[in-house]
């Protein structure tokens, strides 16, 4: 069935440095890939997406890869910063539909 | 343009009770998602209503139950309420044709 998992469930930085989380899907036929951005108490907020038809998006600090041959995708968050600190869910939509299936999360932690 | 809204925020039930949830998407957006969100399980796909119809369908039981009017609000229902139905209870919306979703809130259900 669907499926898209998510690595690591927790990471933990030091301000400054970079951030890589990873996501693996299993419906060869998605072509549309979101990463949300979860504060404490808040609504997951899209930070960026990425369609099958580009490798690669950037926008400012972050960026997302696209593999299709190998069926991941990750966001790399550059020059971390406290505010960065959040609960980050990767997703992939099932075939020719606008369901979503969610990683189970990143919990990233950016110290001082 | 103003963003997703839920209503209530907050809500507590016992156990055996029925309890409707409220979803207002953002204006000129057609399709609207509901996910339940848990620490355990993180955010499962509910349904999603487009124009009125129920497009799509998570696994969950019969229990749970939605509806889209025709100003594209939403609703949806969970009846004979067991402990481990409280969750976060999230809807987003998207455009016709559009993939970004867009998150409301959510509604905290506690089921005592």
């Known amino acids: 069935g669907e499926n898209v998992e998510q690595h690591p469930s927790t990471l933990s930085v030091q301000e400054g440095d970079s951030a890589v989380i990873k996501c693996t899907y299993s419906?060869?036929?998605?072509?549309?890939f979101p990463w949300y951005k979860q504060e404490l108490g808040k609504r997951p907020q899209l930070i960026i997406d990425?369609?099958?038809?580009?490798g690669e998006k950037k926008d400012q600090r972050i960026a997302v890869t696209l593999n299709k041959t190998a069926k991941h995708f990750s966001l790399h968050i550059t020059e971390t910063q406290p505010e960065d600190s959040a609960v980050y869910f990767c997703a992939a939509p099932t075939t020719n539909t606008d369901k979503l299936i969610f990683g189970t999360g990143t919990r990233l932690q950016v110290f001082p | 343009k103003a963003g997703v809204t839920q209503t209530p925020r907050y809500l507590i039930k016992t156990r055996g009770q029925q309890v409707t949830l409220s979803c207002s998407p953002i204006?000129?957006?057609?399709?609207v998602s509901w996910y339940q969100q848990t620490p355990g399980q993180g955010l499962q796909f509910l349904f999603e209503?487009?124009?009125?119809?129920?497009?799509n369908k998570g696994n969950f039981p019969g229990r749970f139950s939605g509806r889209q009017f025709s100003n594209s609000r939403s609703e949806m229902n969970v009846s004979t309420l067991e402990l481990g139905d409280s969750a976060l209870y999230l809807c987003a919306s998207s455009k016709a044709g559009g993939r970004e979703q867009y998150f409301g809130p959510g509604t905290r259900l506690t089921v005592t």
């Open positions: 204006s000129g957006h057609r399709s």
């Open positions: 419906d060869s036929a998605s072509n549309y």
């Open positions: 209503y487009f124009s009125e119809t129920q497009r």
């Open positions: 990425i369609r099958s038809n580009v």
